[in-house]
């Protein structure tokens, strides 16, 4: 029994280990899946054809691996310094060089993908990228660290508005109150997904909106608030979607 138990952990380590399944752990797979399935969701609410769902689920995923490894690459230190067993590129497991080439590729694989939808349904896409790279860069540990998740959440109801089959039949912009809930549901999934950091973060000497609200409130306070107001916002969404719909 103890030899087919250690022979198992040999078998996940080495799986664990291999050039794809680093890429995945590298790629933050449950934020981006989550993106994915809910922009897929809504699109196919929105009532696009089976093939524009499959096509926003492709776009969604490659654009999330992108932003994923590109924020993997710019914390490669910090994520070292505090010792973070999930950062595959921090543990040395996975070589910068390679992490690097791995997203050239796909961003050019996503460029096509997003201009499939159609011109201002791509850009607005791509837009998002490159907002959250901006985030990256330069706002993730700021007081502004909310403003690209918000400004990027905007612009997902431009790109399923504006999106078709290359860009068929589809004109009208975004209805201005599903932007404006959107933008909203940004910076809850933003303090939401820095809350697990919290810790780390304030050691460390960062001060970002989800620190600075939950050094004020406590953690498990900010926890409920955010779960209370993403679900306000969600069934906002929903409502909006039924009432006045997508477009304008």
């Not at 078998?11 to 050039?19: A, D, E, I, K, N």
């Not at 995945?24 to 981006?32: D, F, K, Q, T």
């Not at 791509?122 to 959250?132: E, Q, V």
Request: proline fraction near 4%; include cysteine; charge should be positive.
């Amino acid at each position: 029994m103890a030899a087919t138990v250690t022979a198992r952990r040999r078998t996940q380590g080495r799986v664990s280990s291999l050039f794809p399944v680093l890429l995945v752990r590298a790629a933050h797979p449950r934020l981006g899946m989550v993106s994915a399935l809910g922009l897929t969701g809504a699109a196919a609410l929105s009532g696009r054809t089976t093939r524009e769902v499959a096509l926003v689920l492709a776009t969604v995923l490659v654009g999330q691996a992108i932003l994923g490894w590109h924020n993997d690459l710019v914390d490669r230190r910090r994520d070292h310094a505090d010792e973070r067993a999930d950062k595959p590129v921090a543990l040395g497991l996975l070589d910068p060089g390679d992490l690097a080439f791995a997203l050239a590729c796909a961003v050019l694989v996503v460029v096509p993908l997003s201009i499939a939808h159609g011109l201002w349904a791509g850009t607005a896409y791509l837009a998002t990228i490159a907002l959250g790279m901006l985030g990256n860069l330069l706002l993730r540990h700021t007081w502004l660290s909310w403003w690209s998740w918000a400004a990027a959440f905007a612009l997902y109801p431009a790109f399923l508005a504006y999106g078709g089959w290359a860009g068929e039949g589809r004109s009208a912009p975004p209805e201005i109150l599903v932007t404006v809930l959107a933008g909203a549901l940004g910076v809850c999934v933003h303090v939401l997904v820095a809350l697990p950091g919290l810790v780390l973060d304030n050691e460390a000497g960062r001060r970002h909106l989800a620190l600075r609200v939950g050094l004020r409130i406590g953690a498990p306070r900010l926890l409920w608030l955010m779960l209370v107001l993403t679900g306000l916002v969600l069934a906002g969404l929903l409502a909006a979607g039924a009432q006045v719909g997508l477009r304008q």
